[in-house]
């Protein structure tokens, strides 16, 4: 992919919905034409789509989008399928080969599989397919519950080491207040770091089709920015919104990457379980943050958790339990507690949450 760009493509419900939370037709295939414009351009493209719940509900007999998480996860059994099969031909008419890849999180958390769904989509994208990711509802009964897309992307966007991480959804961007009722509302362009401010902004209300709202969309960015890739929070509703948005044009919220986490340490940071708990004392936090060296065993103050050499653990300061970051032992629980050896945590695997020992 030398001197190509990769977008991923988040496709909200909203975005691919009517007033009735049926599958719209008509903007699936103008959003794909986009993707497609883009290809033709030279650019790769992933996509990540909700909808496949909104393709297949009616199909079951329901009226209107159900509540039930059964009924949620039936409705997506049929919708899959007939979700992929609008992407599949809309991306063919353009001379397209469209691939369907089902992930859960539970993909994320265990490192071969990680390393497994990587190689894929490098594959299907270095081979000229268009990937189009979704979650596999009919199994994922938390993700399908809250923000499970808006995640999914983010996590994809950051394996993928992607360019530019595009959510669509049905507003643009990131407002002071909720703009459908407040007409102060101020519009923000730009956001360099989520801080709590920006975080009550978001509120917690989704649209009536979807699930989670604005605050997923956050955690999703600070997900992908930490990990190096930037977010655009923008509408669907916009004309050429896909082309605008990698041209930089289209209006929206742009949140810049601080950062750039290697793919071992992405899964370190975001997915690994973390098997234990580490608490240093203020000495050894400030050697690991402030002057970035290796967790010394004779900086534990007390650790929590059955964990062995080789797991990931999560380093909290031990008098007022501040995060740290998370890292891969170097030892186990019995090791550390007896603050026998040198090295706990080496510096390479450990993956810092704070900025420096004054944040805390």
């Known amino acids: 992919m030398s001197g190509k760009r990769l977008y991923i493509i988040k496709i909200g419900t909203s975005s691919l919905t009517d007033g009735d939370g049926r599958l719209d037709t008509r903007k699936l295939s103008c959003l794909v034409g986009q993707v497609a414009d883009v290809r033709d351009a030279g650019d790769e493209?992933?996509?990540?789509?909700?909808?496949?719940?909104?393709a297949g509900f009616h199909a079951l007999g329901y009226a209107s989008r159900p509540s039930g998480v059964s009924a949620k996860q039936a409705s997506a059994a049929v919708g899959q399928g007939l979700l992929m099969e609008e992407y599949t031909k809309y991306l063919s008419d353009r001379g397209y080969v469209s691939a369907q890849v089902l992930l859960t999180r539970d993909d994320f958390t265990d490192r071969r599989r990680y390393k497994n769904a990587f190689s894929a989509l490098e594959l299907l994208i270095a081979r000229g397919a268009?990937?189009?990711?979704?979650?596999?509802?009919?199994?994922?009964?938390?993700?399908?519950?809250?923000?499970?897309?808006?995640?999914?992307?983010?996590q994809v966007a950051a394996m993928m080491h992607a360019d530019l991480l595009i959510i669509l959804t049905d507003t643009d961007g990131l407002y002071t207040k909720d703009p459908s009722k407040k007409a102060d509302a101020v519009h923000i362009d730009r956001v360099?770091?989520?801080?709590?401010?920006?975080?009550?902004?978001?509120?917690?209300?989704?649209?009536?089709?979807g699930t989670g709202g604005m605050i997923t969309k956050l955690r999703g960015a600070d997900l992908a920015?930490?990990?190096?890739?930037?977010?655009?929070?923008?509408?669907?509703?916009?004309?050429?919104?896909?082309?605008?948005?990698v041209a930089g044009e289209a209006r929206g919220t742009l949140f810049?990457?601080?950062?750039?986490?290697?793919?071992?340490q992405q899964w370190t940071a975001?997915?690994?379980p973390s098997r234990g708990n580490v608490f240093i004392d203020r000495g050894a936090a400030d050697a690991v943050v402030n002057r970035g060296g290796s967790l010394l065993s004779a900086g534990i103050a007390a650790v929590e958790g059955d964990f062995d050499e080789g797991d990931v653990v999560t380093?909290?300061?031990?008098?007022d339990h501040k995060p740290i970051g998370r890292g891969i032992a170097r030892m186990p629980r019995a090791s550390m507690a007896a603050k026998n050896g040198g090295i706990a945590i080496h510096k390479d695997d450990l993956v810092l949450t704070t900025l420096s020992i004054e944040d805390m």
């Open 45 to 54: 493209v992933v996509i990540v789509t909700s909808g496949s719940i909104a």
């Open 130 to 154: 268009v990937p189009v990711v979704n979650e596999n509802d009919t199994v994922a009964v938390d993700e399908l519950r809250v923000g499970d897309n808006d995640t999914l992307s983010a």
């Open 192 to 209: 360099d770091r989520i801080t709590p401010e920006i975080e009550a902004y978001a509120g917690a209300a989704g649209s009536a089709n």
């Open 225 to 245: 920015t930490r990990a190096g890739t930037p977010v655009l929070i923008t509408s669907s509703k916009i004309e050429d919104v896909i082309k605008k948005a």
């Open 256 to 264: 810049t990457a601080d950062g750039s986490l290697r793919t071992k």
């Open 270 to 272: 975001f997915y690994a």
């Open 315 to 319: 380093v909290f300061t031990s008098g």
